[in-house]
């Protein structure tokens, strides 16, 4: 069995709207997909493929890889739920398809590619990306011949970062998909390593005053009527993104995605010192995205996410390995805290506290 011994679910959790048992398939979608280029690498084929147990456990088939067309690699695939009895597909909350990214493979068939789509991830220009079109018309083409159905994102890291970007693309286009985002990247400065909360929470309000006055100060520079047309048209899209709610799913030990937990809670802790005005334009922008559109970029940050579930995993991480990777996410016993952060025009960031141990992703009954 190729599956890890702990990942010991049924499909009948899912449809109960499990989260744990959601979250671990998943994320064993993602890792479908990680076993997938590997199988290819490799030249893994028919009995000798490992990649199908991870989706043939939960009921799925592989309907579509999704190819790179500059390295050939597969960066993603198509899952449609194929469940053994008509009681189990008329569930409502289960999927119908679940769209899953793979990250970064540093192999040497991938490295390359992958480390190419990092970069333009830090330069906020992952949508100017052959794979992101790929994605894109995947995710599009789905939504459109299968209307009404539920659909997941899922992603990992970069795959996360992919994710993040057609779902937000969707929003804008009228459509909701449920997703679920694996240690996804935030770009910008990894304030949330530092120990000290009150040095924490100085640099926090130092940014989004500088953040706040860049803003203002190219507004200031563009002026006139085209300048209030840009504005509103800045917080008219990042209004439509609020009623979007992916899952985040972050570990305080991993640097690439822990700045998520002080972005949201600085959000709430700024209203409360009564600095809304300050947050709501540093919420909405974003120095590095500032920076490019000076030097005349196109530039869509994507860490600028309006609302989300935060579920931090607070066990502890032996190192950075396991506190980035995709398997701790269907390990049992997790001890994680969820938080859910709304973000409404006009401004109001409103957090409801979950904290609990959630423990094994097994059935609960």
């Known amino acids: 069995m190729y599956l890890p011994g702990e990942v010991t679910l049924s499909l009948s959790n899912v449809k109960r709207n499990c989260e744990h048992n959601r979250r671990s398939v998943a994320a064993s979608l993602v890792q479908a997909v990680y076993v997938l280029e590997r199988d290819r690498q490799l030249n893994r084929q028919s009995v000798e493929a490992l990649a199908p147990p991870w989706w043939e456990f939960f009921h799925f088939e592989l309907i579509r890889k999704l190819v790179d067309d500059a390295d050939m690699s597969t960066f993603g695939a198509i899952f449609e739920f194929n469940p053994p009895s008509s009681q189990d597909a008329s569930a409502a909350n289960a999927p119908r398809f679940v769209i899953a990214f793979r990250g970064t493979i540093t192999e040497k068939d991938t490295i390359s590619r992958d480390l190419s789509l990092d970069l333009h991830l830090l330069q906020n220009g992952l949508h100017r990306t052959s794979r992101f079109t790929i994605a894109m ?83 200031g520079k563009t002026g006139g009527d085209s300048d209030n047309s840009q ?43 009564g600095a809304g005005f300050i947050e709501k334009l540093a919420t909405q922008n974003s120095i590095g995205d500032l920076f490019f559109k000076a030097l005349g970029w196109e530039s869509e940050p994507l860490h600028l996410l309006p609302s989300a579930d935060l579920i931090v995993n607070v066990s502890p991480s032996p190192d950075f390995k396991y506190a980035h990777g995709i398997s701790q996410w269907w390990q049992p016993e997790l001890n994680l805290q969820c938080s859910k952060y709304r973000c409404f025009i006009p401004f109001r960031a409103r957090e409801l506290d979950l904290r609990a141990n959630i423990g094994s992703p097994g059935v609960l009954e």
Request: aromatic residues 10%.
């Open 231 to 273: 504005r509103s048209v800045a917080e008219e899209s990042f209004s439509i993104l609020s009623s979007w709610t992916p899952y985040l799913y972050v570990n305080p030990g991993d640097h690439i995605c822990s700045e998520y937990i002080g972005y949201f809670k600085h959000r709430k802790n700024m209203e409360d010192l």
């Open 137 to 219: 018309q995947a995710v599009q083409n789905v939504a459109s011949v299968f209307p009404g159905s539920t659909i997941w994102l899922a992603g990992h890291s970069l795959g996360a970062g992919m994710a993040i970007l057609t779902g937000r693309n969707m929003v804008k286009k009228g459509v909701l998909l449920e997703s679920f985002l694996f240690n996804p990247p935030f770009v910008a400065a990894p304030i949330e390593r530092i120990r000290d909360e009150r040095v924490k929470h100085g640099f926090r309000i130092a940014r989004s005053v500088i953040t706040a006055g860049l803003t203002i100060a190219m507004k």
